[in-house]
């Protein structure tokens, strides 16, 4: 089985707020189990969050996303059971749930453990023998962010399974199988991008993924360019959102040129026959068919370190996002500002679904610090809301943690914690039964940041 090489470390300065090392993370966990266990775990399991650096909503269009595995990630420290109970705490909500195996139903009221479960489901359904397990989870990955917690949560949760019951999947079929958890038990019908990103990912490379064939081939981007995520702070929510609409309404539009998926038809013959779709179905046609273009022009741009491109692509992505498809919110007009008006910026556009969430940017490596800083200030003084802006390297897939902590990569640093526990609290969960906390004793690893 595959084990998790270090992520390389955070440069230090304002680039990035409060990074931990892997060793203390490590240690807050596994003091977390020993205390409602009384054991140490056995297991460690991580899986990565993602940022799509192009192609928004292309997925579900079978189309292309050059996509990004994160630093950003979720543990789950586990143990075997005797019985075919999974009991779990959630370090981050602070919250605890258990379900057993012979029966698993949806829990309306831990919202978060359905990621869970339904993996579980889905998993026993394709006739996987699932062990039960006690399991203390811990993410890094922000919640409702546009950066894949969801996702994160599934892969990692059928990496313990897969550890457990001694059998093994590759890692397409994981991130299908976590896919089909998301869209039929927890019901938001999200495309392949998120959990194949978590399932599949490369240290050190972005992924150029091809959705109608589920292959992807990594892409070194040109040494130099940093990729950088600002966090508006306004939330979004994928299942209330109007995710659903836009894809009806793509799947509309295919119907109507007489295709499977808008990813058959190419820029010219879009162009030809879009007068034969409703307006707001060609809105949304367009956009795909223009964005999908974009994904593999930007590729190459990223390799070439092609500033121009770089900047006209994902300005050209932005205004798409904003005018055709009508995912913009205005934190997100703000924060692209601040970031196209910053030191070193290359070019910049949003990240995952939309509606609020994270913009990414691509930055000189030498200016990533002044970058960061000019961000943080430019958008506190328009909202008086603090951003997190932060630097993100590419990281592997779901896999297995070193599983004694004096292993070699112990000492590295991983992910960028920039919150507190109740910050980063519901992170696992769309909806926190609990938001706002921001209890973990005094000395946690995990602080909270202050506004500039
Ligand atoms: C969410 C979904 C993905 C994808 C993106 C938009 O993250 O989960 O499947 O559709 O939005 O690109």
């Given amino acids: 089985m595959r084990t998790e090489t270090a992520t390389a470390p955070c440069p230090p300065g304002p680039a990035c707020r409060d990074v931990v090392s892997r060793t203390e993370r490590r240690a807050l966990v596994e003091a977390e189990f020993r205390r409602r266990y009384d054991r140490a775990p056995s297991l460690w399991c991580r899986a990565p969050g993602r940022v799509d650096l192009m192609g928004s909503h292309t997925d579900y269009n079978l189309g292309y996303v050059l996509t990004l595995p994160i630093g950003c990630d979720t543990w789950i420290a586990a143990r075997p059971r005797e019985d075919r109970t999974v009991c779990l705490y959630s370090l981050n909500l602070e919250a605890e749930a258990s379900f057993g195996l012979d029966r698993v139903v949806s829990d309306p009221q831990a919202r978060w453990s359905n990621y869970v479960r339904g993996v579980a489901q889905v998993l026993q359904t394709e006739g996987l023998k699932l062990n039960g397990f006690d399991g203390v989870i811990h993410s890094t990955v922000p919640m409702s962010s546009g950066l894949s917690s969801s996702a994160a949560l599934e892969c990692v949760t059928a990496t313990v399974f897969e550890a457990l019951g001694g059998w093994k999947l590759d890692p397409v079929n994981k991130a299908l199988l976590c896919q089909r958890a998301e ?6 019908n999200c495309g392949i991008l998120d959990q194949y990103t978590s399932c599949a990912g490369q240290e050190g490379c972005a ?3 091809d959705c109608r064939d589920l292959s992807s081939r990594p892409v070194k981007l040109a040494d130099g360019i940093k990729v950088v995520i600002g966090d508006t702070k306004s939330k979004r929510e994928l299942a209330g959102s109007e995710y659903g609409q836009r894809r009806a309404q793509c799947e509309e539009g295919a119907r109507r040129l007489g295709v499977q998926a808008l990813r058959e038809i190419s ?6 026959r879009e007068r034969e779709l409703p307006s707001e179905v060609a809105k949304r046609c367009r956009f795909i068919v223009e964005e999908n273009d974009r994904v593999l022009k930007l590729g190459a741009a990223l390799k070439a370190f092609d500033r121009q491109a770089i900047r006209q692509l994902t300005a050209a992505s932005f205004r798409g996002a904003c005018d055709l498809y009508e ?3 205005p934190a997100m007009h703000t924060m692209t500002e601040a970031m196209l008006a910053a030191p070193g910026v290359i070019g910049a556009r949003q990240a995952g ?3 609020g969430g994270c913009l990414v940017a691509f930055v000189e490596e030498a200016s990533v610090d002044a970058f960061a800083a000019s ?4 958008y506190f003084a328009a909202t008086q809301t603090q951003p997190e802006v932060y630097l993100v390297q590419a990281a592997a897939g779901a896999g297995l943690l070193p599983q004694t902590p004096d292993a070699p990569d112990a000492h590295h640093r991983s992910g ?3 919150a507190s526990i109740g910050k980063t609290a519901a992170r696992h969960s769309p909806h926190p039964s609990r938001p706002g906390r921001t209890h973990r004793p005094k000395d946690s690893i995990i602080r909270n940041p202050e506004p500039n």
């Fill in 267 to 272: 820029l010219e013959q879009f162009n030809a």
């Fill in 207 to 209: 992924l150029l993924l």
């Fill in 183 to 188: 869209n039929q038990f927890v019901g938001v």
């Fill in 353 to 355: 679904a939309g509606f």
């Fill in 375 to 378: 961000v943080r200030h430019a």
């Fill in 327 to 329: 995912i913009g919110a």
């Fill in 416 to 418: 960028f914690l920039t």
